[in-house]
């Protein structure tokens, strides 16, 4: 007899479909006269989606992730990308997928690799520059490049100085777009894009905070495919509406009704990083144990803005209804815009050190009541696998039991299942001392 | 004193570079800073009076990293780590600055913040995009704030004379190892690659102040010094760190001679000057951003364009290479970013290439046989014609 | 009750049997390509040892990485959980285990009742396993006891590379190239190895008592390197390759048969993943 | 040594050839390459730059002691010695210790010449799959090597790894090519790049009871692969060759062929003369044979003087 009653979610074909139009859109665009662009997962694309007109986008990682969950495709295009451009294997695994696509002239979603009219980017991680950077090259070297720099700081780090840097260079950013596009940027899009994000980010931030309630109303598994809409586009309205208006709702909903994502949870853990994405299956063999994956720093905060509480707490940024802010003129947009992600993005805060990567994980365990730890070492991406043994360390002395394992997000010949499922054996079995729950 | 004297004391203070230090703070009684990448202004540590010294690795096994940086962190970062947690900087490191360097750098560091005992931690933001005008006003900024940290740091304000000495100190340390460079486009350069880039460590090591003088002396020796051996193939060395004695020393041992290096301990590091002007942090700023890039901070404003590139084939051209070895610390990504693109670039250039790949520790019997394949590829007529 | 504990390892079977926790009979022998074949046979020999007939013993459990290979068996635990009970049984004051086999070097951090807490796994690479011994050895040309003996006698400590064991091979020849002596050579590939393990130790967090156990064990050249590592003492148990056999036969003892493992995975709606 | 018990599946057999039809006596130039690997050693000795005499054996733990092996058992059935020869080169990992070479030269340069000798002015790209590591050598008309790569760091899919496949199964290197083609249809590729791990996944593969035959295509199509990730690096360009001890593994290099979409060039004017002469052709001479040419260029050119004691 199962300990809760559980059930599908009921926006969870409507998040297929959004994702679906999205990529067809962009293969598309040019037969409907709109432009094309790519740019990162972390892209304020509120801003290049202020020019007049239809434009679409490519965020590279969602990309490279969605090669990364079939191994045959991956192996094809990474294969392509180190034996025909030549790159080191060890590089980012979406990247590589990235550029075997290109390398190959082929989309992932069928057809033509489709090029791109300009490149609007951010920097943070060693990679996100030199991706597209490339990328361009492969392509001729030929696509208008503009890259502007995040890596300003840690949030407790940031005053106005910070965020003016990042604003001007959008300022000189919407320059390049109007010279390159041909096209006018419309404030009173931007200002629109620039709330469509406030809504994606802080109701996505909302929905997480939800899963602290026992028994947890979202897993893991599921969320991976919840929060890709707000690595696709945040200012998009469908996506910001869906955020808002579907899913948040409809997981209040499973709380107060006691709806649990896995019927016979018993063990909370918080995981840390990518998964290896054609792997998935590896949740599903944890549900067996009733252990359930109920947050990560990466999965809270990769879309999504968080603040403190003035006990300390982790607690979703306030959206711009919330603040009771009217957005005045452009720059004002886009302060806010940079002011929230340079702030409110607690996945950026990694890149200053481990305490403060500590801070927010250790955070995290508690306030999401976490039983144990597991984290997947991440041989695909050097962003997001900062100091992950120092996590390890640090959720050891709050009295974590901890798994690691090594892999790979996106390049399966990093991974090796049957050794992983040795370890979660061991983990499981003999450090928590679990057994399989009958479903 | 003579060159050799002279070189043999850089060598001497690159491998023995904790005592130095331990020295110099009793002569001076100043403090020592240690700094994880070439992007710590030292132009504002000399001015308040600090050492500022790069953390270097051991090349010896980082096993004691392990359990802080798993196996995909380049084996530099781990070592260096591994030397903070061996102890070899407690008795006299007083801070350490991370620079906005890559992750690995930055991996190191904060596992050092934990766990290795060290007074005084600082996180300087050197922009990413320093092709765009918005980077300087922002690193002015950054500079200032520096500044002040330092002044609470030591407890003494910094004047605009002790700014001026410190970017004289450091420019004047510049202007001369390019002098010493210049010797290496001769036919039979009167130094050899493992000399040149020794120095440069140490310049990274030692008081720059002292550095100086020796490189005096060095410049009046080197017009008479001949060396016994044969220059053989003028080879360029590319790459992010490499304090790798032993590898150059091969390469130089079989026939080729290591004549230009594009390095961040070579002459990355001290290429372009701080150009004077009223604002004296907005000089320094200016530097920093203008300076040969990083391949991490190297991207156009309005195409994929890189600065560092054009840079390189100058250097190739200027001291007449016939190949270049470009090497990469295992699993560094600025790099591994630009090296297909940079091999692609030199080659059509009529440059041939050569990539390695290193760990801490190089195994030179492996390179040994590639290095002087390459350098018969290069000599190709001498066996064919 | 008499017990069994089977331990198929990558390169041999070690079994014991134990009545009452005493040991009653143990054996070892190569599993060679048919593991099921070995054990069957090696069993057999080992009940003809202790006197006894199969239906004679109440539970068998297997360990070790193919012991599923064992049709008869009870039940299989990890080789981890296995070395724990082992180690425990016979070293109380025992915090740490390092293990080295044949194709996996792993250190365990187990509890005072023997739980394991925590543990740590040489990955992707044989460099830090008995494979890799054994591949220097050959490279030397000499036997691995000789290989152990003679490292001993050496003062020198030369780096060594190891990345990978056949490369290892290559850097182990271009050392004889360069007239090192064996001595000095044996000990490079131990202090080398030695280096791998003693990192992944590092992993688990290294407390007293540290005990050494798998066949490796067995190389006092290697211990000795290990111990120079991790400048901590490290005890060994007699018959270091048959601790996990041990542990499964004390697990048997204690009713944990840990279960047999069956196709894990249950495939609900395929999800798209997609992210940073 | 330790296998020394055991058969040793894992050696290719040792094997030597004096040329029946050249009186050396009548030589003005007697050259020798001598290529000593870190598995197999092979002496090669021409006369005016004409295949005399080789020999393919393994090395030894002493590489001066190897070379004089090889050395000897290439001039065994001859009356031509050491002391006769003009000039020689000592090539392959222990070049360096060859005693009786008055110089030396890369096995890249070597073997790029060497296949050029054997296969012809057209060959651009030469694969030597050597015992630890595997080169992909580009080079001129003129056998001069253009550019190059070697594996790096992992030895996965180098001939010792092969070997120690071989060994493993109990299936002797010289048969694996035609086993690997007794199959029903082309199994998955053994996926482990470690040659150690690949071990640990041969074993699991035999013993779910996976034929043989198809395990040993399973490893031969990984290591084909491996090669051409190489090859892919380099950028494959017609005439294609492999040399080495690999070459004569047609399981490897069908499925390299299929893969890279390139056939290996049949041996040129040099073959039917070697089969007429009851020669079995040996790959694993390319590197001697390129040192041998070498030492003959270069006495013509009068680059080199003759060291020649009797």
């Not at chain 3, 054996?27 to 054990?39: L, Q, T």
Request: glycine share 8%; proline share 4%; with cysteine.
């Amino acid at each position: 007899m199962a300990k809760y009653k559980t059930k599908g979610l009921d926006c969870w074909q409507r998040a297929k479909e959004l994702r679906a139009k999205y990529y067809k859109d962009y293969a598309e665009a040019h037969d409907r006269g709109a432009l094309r662009w790519e740019g990162g997962a972390w892209m304020f694309d509120a801003v290049p989606q202020s020019l007049e007109g239809e434009i679409h986008v490519l965020t590279e990682e969602p990309y490279g992730a969605a090669v990364g969950a079939d191994p045959k495709l991956q192996v094809r295009y990474q294969e392509a990308a180190e034996g025909k451009w030549g790159c080191a294997r060890d590089l980012c695994a979406y990247l590589r997928n990235y550029w075997g696509s290109i390398v190959l002239n082929e989309y992932a979603f069928g057809g033509e690799w489709p090029k791109a009219d300009f490149i609007f980017q951010n920097h943070i991680c060693c990679s996100h520059a030199k991706w597209l950077q490339v990328a361009d090259e492969i392509e001729g070297g030929d696509v208008p490049f503009f890259c502007f720099d995040v890596g300003v700081g840690a949030y407790d780090k940031i005053e106005d100085r910070q965020i003016r840097y990042v604003v001007d260079q959008i300022h000189d950013g919407i320059e390049f777009l109007e010279k390159h596009t041909g096209r006018k940027f419309s404030d009173e899009k931007l200002i629109q894009n620039v709330h469509n994000t406030y809504d994606s980010a802080c109701y996505w931030a909302k929905t997480c905070e939800l899963n602290m309630a026992v028994p947890a109303p979202l897993d893991e598994k599921t969320m991976f495919s919840l929060y890709v809409l707000g690595c696709l586009e945040k200012s998009n309205p469908d996506f910001a509406h869906f955020y808002k208006y579907e899913l948040y709702p409809e997981v209040q909903d499973r709380v107060a009704n006691q709806i649990a994502a896995v019927a016979n949870e018993q063990c909370r853990v918080i995981t840390d990083t990518q998964p290896p994405w054609g792997f998935l299956r590896v949740y599903r063999y944890l549900e067996q144990y009733g252990i359930i994956a109920v947050a990560n720093l990466y999965t809270n905060s990769l879309i999504g803005w968080w603040t403190h509480d003035d006990k300390g707490d982790l607690v979703p940024w306030p959206t711009l209804a919330e603040q009771g802010i009217t957005i005045k003129d452009r720059d004002h947009a886009l302060w806010l815009l940079a002011e929230a992600e340079l702030k409110g993005k607690s996945q950026w805060a990694q890149f200053y050190g481990a305490k403060y990567k500590n801070h927010f994980v250790t955070k995290i365990a508690k306030q999401w009541k976490c039983d144990a730890a597991i984290i997947h070492l991440n041989r695909g991406c050097e962003g997001t696998a900062q100091h992950q043994m120092e996590t390890k360390i640090a959720l050891q002395n709050m009295g974590l039991p901890v798994l690691t394992f090594e892999g790979n997000m996106a390049d399966e010949r990093e991974f090796d299942e049957t050794r992983t499922y040795r370890l979660i054996d061991l983990f499981v079995r003999e450090t928590l001392g679990l057994q399989k729950v009958a479903d | 004193m003579e060159a050799s004297e002279i070189l043999k004391q850089f060598n001497d203070v690159w491998q023995l570079r904790h005592e130095y230090a331990k020295d110099w703070k009793k002569r001076t009684g100043g403090k020592v800073i240690g700094g994880m990448c070439t992007y710590v202004p030292e132009e504002l540590l000399y001015a308040a009076n600090i050492l500022p010294v790069r953390i270097l690795g051991g090349h010896e096994p980082p096993t004691l990293a392990t359990p802080h940086m798993f196996d995909m962190w380049c084996p530099f970062s781990r070592d260096c780590l591994s030397q903070g947690l061996k102890g070899k900087y407690n008795d006299y490191l007083d801070g350490l600055i991370e620079s906005n360097a890559c992750l690995h750098m930055r991996q190191a560091f904060g596992a050092w913040e934990i766990h290795v005992p060290t007074p005084w931690f600082y996180w300087f933001v050197m922009p990413n995009a320093v092709r765009s005008p918005r980077a300087k006003t922002f690193l002015r900024g950054e500079l200032a704030a520096f500044k002040e940290a330092l002044e609470k740091l030591t407890g003494k304000t910094i004047t605009d004379e002790d700014i001026d000495s410190g970017i004289d100190i450091l420019n004047t340390n510049r202007r001369l190892m390019k002098q010493v460079y210049e010797f290496r486009k001769q036919d039979n350069p009167p130094i050899t690659g493992t000399e040149a880039m020794t120095m440069v460590w140490a310049s990274q090591l030692m008081d720059k102040r002292e550095h100086n003088e020796l490189l005096r002396q060095l410049l009046e020796e080197l017009p008479d010094r001949k060396l016994d051996r044969e220059t053989g193939v003028r080879l360029m060395i590319i790459g992010s760190e490499d304090d790798d004695r032993e590898f150059l020393e091969m390469v130089e041992s079989i026939g080729a001679t290591f004549v230009i290096d594009d390095h961040c301990t070579g002459s990355r590091y001290f290429w372009d000057e701080v150009v004077p002007e009223k604002d004296r942090l907005q000089a320094i700023a200016n530097h920093y951003c203008d300076r040969v890039p990083c391949p991490n901070k190297d991207w156009g404003m309005e195409d994929c364009s890189r600065k560092r590139f054009p840079h390189i084939l100058q250097l190739a051209r200027d001291f007449r290479v016939q190949g270049a070895i470009l090497t990469q610390q295992k699993f560094c990504d600025p790099h591994e970013l630009d090296i297909p693109s940079l091999t692609r670039y030199l080659e059509d250039n009529d440059i041939p290439c050569y990539f390695l790949e290193f760990e801490v520790t190089v195994p030179v019997g492996q390179f040994r046989v590639r290095v002087e394949a390459f350098i018969e590829q290069i000599l190709a007529e001498e066996l064919f014609v | 009750m008499i017990v069994a504990g089977i331990d198929v390892g990558g390169k041999n079977v070690h079994i014991v049997i134990a009545r009452n926790g005493d040991i009653m009979a143990k054996a070892g022998a190569p599993s060679g390509i048919n593991k099921a074949e070995a054990v069957e046979q090696l069993y057999d020999e080992t009940l003809k040892k202790a006197g006894l007939k199969r239906e004679d013993v109440s539970q068998v459990v297997a360990t070790g990485s193919s012991g599923q290979r064992v049709a008869f068996a009870g039940g299989v635990i990890p080789d981890a959980a296995a070395d724990a009970r082992g180690v425990i049984r016979l070293i109380p004051s025992a915090r740490t285990i390092i293990d080295v086999g044949a194709e996996e070097g792993r250190a365990i951090k187990i509890s005072p009742e023997g739980k394991v807490l925590d543990f740590a796994i040489n990955e992707k690479c044989a460099a830090g396993t008995g494979t890799f011994v054994d591949t220097m050895a050959r490279a030397l040309e000499i036997p691995i006891e000789e290989m152990s003996k003679i490292s001993l006698q050496s003062t020198k400590s030369i780096p060594m590379n190891a990345q990978c064991a056949i490369f290892g091979e290559s850097e182990v020849v271009s050392l004889i190239h360069q007239k090192t002596s064996r001595q000095d050579i044996a000990r490079a590939v131990h202090d080398a190895i030695a280096g791998r393990v003693g990192s992944v130790a590092r992993i688990v967090g290294i407390e007293n008592d540290i005990v050494m156990i798998g066949g490796v064990a067995r190389n006092d050249g290697f211990v000795e390197s290990l111990k120079r590592e991790l400048e901590m003492d490290i005890r060994v148990p007699e018959n270091p390759d048959f601790v996990g056999a041990l542990g499964a036969a004390a697990a048997a003892a204690a009713g944990i048969t840990g279960e047999k493992v069956e196709a894990r995975v249950v495939e609900k709606e395929t999800i798209e993943e997609g992210t940073t | 040594m330790v296998e020394a018990k055991k058969v040793e599946f894992w050696r290719w057999p040792e094997t030597s050839w004096v040329n029946p039809d050249i009186d050396w006596k009548k030589g003005k130039f007697i050259t020798a390459g001598i290529d000593v690997g870190s598995v197999s050693s092979q002496a090669v000795v021409m006369v005016d730059g004409e295949l005399y005499a080789y020999s393919n054996t393994r090395t030894g733990y002493d590489s001066p002691e190897s070379a004089w092996k090889c050395l000897n058992m290439a001039l065994e059935k001859s009356d031509l010695t050491a002391d006769n020869l003009d000039y020689c080169i000592g090539t392959g990992y222990g070049r360096v210790n060859v005693p009786m070479a008055q110089r030396a030269i890369t096995e890249i340069a070597c073997h790029a010449r060497g296949a050029n000798f054997m296969y012809g002015p057209e060959v651009r790209t030469v694969m030597d799959m050597g015992g630890q590591d595997c080169k992909a050598i580009r080079c001129d008309n003129r056998g001069a090597v253009m550019k190059f790569m070697m594996n790096d760091k992992c030895a996965a899919g180098t001939g010792r790894g092969m070997e120690v496949f071989a060994d493993l199964i109990g299936v002797p290197v010289w048969e694996i090519g035609e086993r690997s083609f007794q199959i029903e249809k082309e199994p998955p590729m053994i996926s482990s790049t470690c040659a150690v791990f690949a071990k640990t996944e041969v074993v699991g593969l035999l013993q779910e009871g996976v034929p043989e035959n198809d395990i040993i295509a399973a490893y031969c199509s990984a290591m084909a692969h491996r090669i051409c990730e190489l090859l892919n690096r380099l950028g494959i360009e017609e005439k294609f060759v492999i040399t080495g001890g690999i070459a004569k593994n047609i399981g490897v290099v069908k499925r390299l062929e299929k893969e890279m979409g390139v056939t290996t060039v049949e041996l040129t004017w040099y073959a039917p003369k070697m089969r007429d002469k009851g020669l079995p052709f040996e790959t694993q001479i390319a590197g001697g044979i390129g040192a041998a040419v070498f030492g003959a260029a270069m006495l013509e050119r009068g680059k080199a003087k003759s060291a020649r004691k009797a």
